[in-house]
Every structure is written in C-alpha cells, then in structure tokens.
C-alpha cells in the first residue's frame, strides 16, 4: 500500500485524482504499479488500476495473473472490478471505501453476482484514514480556500 | 448493427468470441469499429466495446463522447458498460443478451444504481436472433462436430 499511496500522490501533483494502484505476485514482486492518467491523457478509461492490470500482464507475458493482488488506494469502480476479475487477480486489496463511485462494495458489486466468473478475494479498508485523508485533501484544495 | 455484425464475423475468423462494436455521432457518422482483440492481444480487457471506445475518443479529440452511441452485438460486460459511462456516451445499443456474462440487463446492472453518474439510454435485443445464432455457430465450432 505504500507504493500506491507514493503513486497516488504523484497522480494528485499532476492534477488527477490521487489514486494509485500496484499489482504484486504471489511472492510479492511488484509487477506493475500506476497512478490515475484520465486528464493527462484525456481518458477516462486510464484509471491506476487498468494501467497497472495491463502492465503487469505485458511484464509477466501472460493473458492473466493468478496468484497476483491488485492494491489500490480507493474502493475500484465498476469498470476496473470488472476488469480485475477478467484478469483472474487473486486478491483486490484497497484503501478507502467509494460510497459514491466504488463497484466492489457498493453499488454494482461486481463481483457478487453469478455473472462474475472469477470473484478474486476482496480486503477493503486498509489504512483507510490516510487513503481517505489524501483524496479529501485534494478535493477540499480544488474547493479552494 | 450491420457494421458491428461485420466486425464480429471478422473477428470469429481471428478464432476471437465474435462480439462487434461501432461508436457512432449524433449525426449517425461512424467514428470508430472494433472487434474482440482477447486472444490476439493476449490481453482480456480488449473487448471489442473498450477498443471502440477508445478509437471514437481519439477520432473525436474528446475525452467524452456525448450524443454518441455504442452499437455491440452482445450484452456488455460490467466493465465495458461502466466504460461507456465513464465516456458518457448517450446510448447504448446491443444485440444478443447475455445472461450468463452481462452486466446491462443481468448481474451488476451497471447502469442502475446512484454510483453510476451517467447512465446511457438503453436499446436491447436489436436483431437478437442473428447476433445470437453467430455467437451459438462460433462456440458451436469450438466444440466440433
């Protein structure tokens, strides 16, 4: 979690919301790690979490990545779930829970449902105050003083 | 639809699962076409609505697609329709209905809870019965005689 709280914060120097994701192995080699790209790259499809799933299967030359966990700092959203599940993660670890976007525990819940072929483990909640400090943050500086 | 259904069968002859898409304006233009590159790319998130996404996206110089309409010949998945809000596209029309594998009408139901912050009009079971002969033939063929 440490090293997607470093990406994270980089993602919310350049302007994007802070969220940064890291795919491990079963042996806890870092595969792959990124931060939010949307602005950047005008994409809205360049959440942290489909760079880093896509990375770490071009890194490991496979098509998927069994045994791997996909860290990251905020609660994924429907899209990156889903994709987490295509890529057969075994494990999705993420910081702050997401009310109002987040697809894992709200909302979609992607992966409760007989249609998710793959239901990796899920452990939400992890150092969640400093993941959820750092999004406010940068949210209540977007506000203004 | 007739375009989708193209890039389906071109995509069955690359031995993919033959689902098509077409990003289409307001106007009706054609901006992008895409099928499922899964098997070719190596890569599980290529589905042919993400390719399509992406492609009218950069046709469009935009990082939303409003007005536009994806046309699929499958049901998407809950990672495909929550891209297609994520691009804000005005609709999304589909073909064959996927019980098994789809999160428009099935499963997560993407579009149909407060953390979806666009959800796109939705025209389903468009020539159902031709683009689910195609998928029943292509899986039919995996099988052999």
């Given amino acids: 979690m440490d090293l997607a709280l470093e990406e994270a914060r980089d993602a919310a120097r350049r302007g994007e919301v802070p969220v940064g994701a890291v795919v491990s192995d079963a042996r806890g080699r870092v595969l792959a790690r990124a931060g939010n790209r ?14 880093a799933l896509h990375e770490a299967a071009r890194a490991l030359g496979d098509k998927h990545l069994p045994g791997c966990t996909l860290t990251v700092t905020l609660e994924p959203c429907p899209m990156c779930a889903a994709a987490a599940s295509l890529f057969r993660v075994r494990r999705v670890v993420f910081g702050a829970y997401d009310p ?24 939400g909640g992890v150092r969640e105050a400093e993941n959820a400090a750092l999004l406010r943050e940068f949210f209540a500086g977007l506000r203004g003083p």
């Avoid at 790259?41 to 979490?49: N, T, V």
């Avoid at 909302?107 to 072929?117: D, E, L, M, Y």
Wanted: hydrophobic share 35%; charged share 25%; net charge negative.
């Fill in 38 to 51: 949307v602005e950047e790259w005008r994409d809205p499809g360049a959440h942290a979490e489909m760079l």
């Fill in 100 to 123: 109002k976007s987040g697809g894992v525990e709200h909302g979609a819940r992607v992966f409760a449902h007989p249609q998710c072929h793959h239901a990796p483990e899920v452990v």
